[in-house]
T-cell receptor, first 113, second 113 residues
């Protein structure tokens, strides 16, 4: 069974440029999460989807971050414009339901110059 | 969220048992104790979880103190592949907000050959 797929694995951009990350969850998983992980820290939730609905986006900086999960499967996380402080690893996870075990992708490492 | 306290780092030798402690003195009666680990350059992965009784699976064992204020993740024979950051997380499936995983800094386990 394929795990959570994320792309790209690495991205280097200049500040003020836009960037997008893509996530394909495990088939049949209704819940999808985006986490942000700064160096030396544990991941922190940015947004959680139940099917196509964003049910917890309280930690998403909405002035520059946006996310979508059309058709309740794949998801895209976008940053526009990127800032130096956005350099981090962006992790996508999915689970069958909210309180079930979460499966994480390998993450996208973003470097903003 | 009820908090957990873990040592920043631990070292072990290959093929020896490892006991990773976690303190959670403010745990509620309905909090489950979850463990995830994060191998280098990968997303976190689920290890084990329990409520009151000790639990075993193919990856590890979880020993829970009788008063539930602490727990220990046991790797019976550490391998080099077990070198990772181990996170102890509390989740209450009956409480809103526990759908997300709240990570601390975890314990970085080094396994010496």
């Amino acid at each position: 069974e394929a795990g959570v797929v994320q792309s790209p694995r690495y991205k280097i951009i200049e500040k003020k440029q836009p960037v997008a990350f893509w996530c394909n969850p495990i088939s049949g998983h209704n819940t999808l999460y985006w986490y942000l992980q700064n160096l030396g820290q544990g991941p922190e939730l940015l947004i959680r989807y139940e099917n196509e609905e964003a049910v917890d986006d309280s930690q998403l900086p909405k002035d520059r971050f946006s996310a979508e999960r059309l058709k309740g499967v794949d998801s895209t996380l976008k940053i526009q414009p990127a800032e130096l402080g956005d350099s981090a690893v962006y992790l996508c996870a999915s689970s069958f339901a909210s309180y079930n075990e979460q499966f994480f992708g390998p993450g996208t490492r973003l470097t903003v110059l | 969220d009820a908090k957990t306290t873990q040592p920043n780092s631990m070292e072990s030798n290959e093929e020896e048992p490892v006991h990773l402690p976690c303190n959670h003195s403010t745990i509620s009666g309905t909090d489950y104790i979850h463990w995830y680990r994060q191998l280098p350059s990968q997303g976190p992965e689920y290890v084990i979880h329990g409520l009151t009784s000790n639990v075993n699976n193919r990856m590890a064992s979880l020993a829970i103190a009788e008063d539930r204020k602490s727990s220990t993740l046991i790797l019976h024979r550490a391998t080099l592949r077990d070198a990772a950051v181990y996170y102890c997380i509390l989740r209450d499936p009956n409480q809103g907000g526990s759908e997300k995983l709240v990570f601390g800094k975890g314990t970085k386990l080094t396994v010496n050959p």
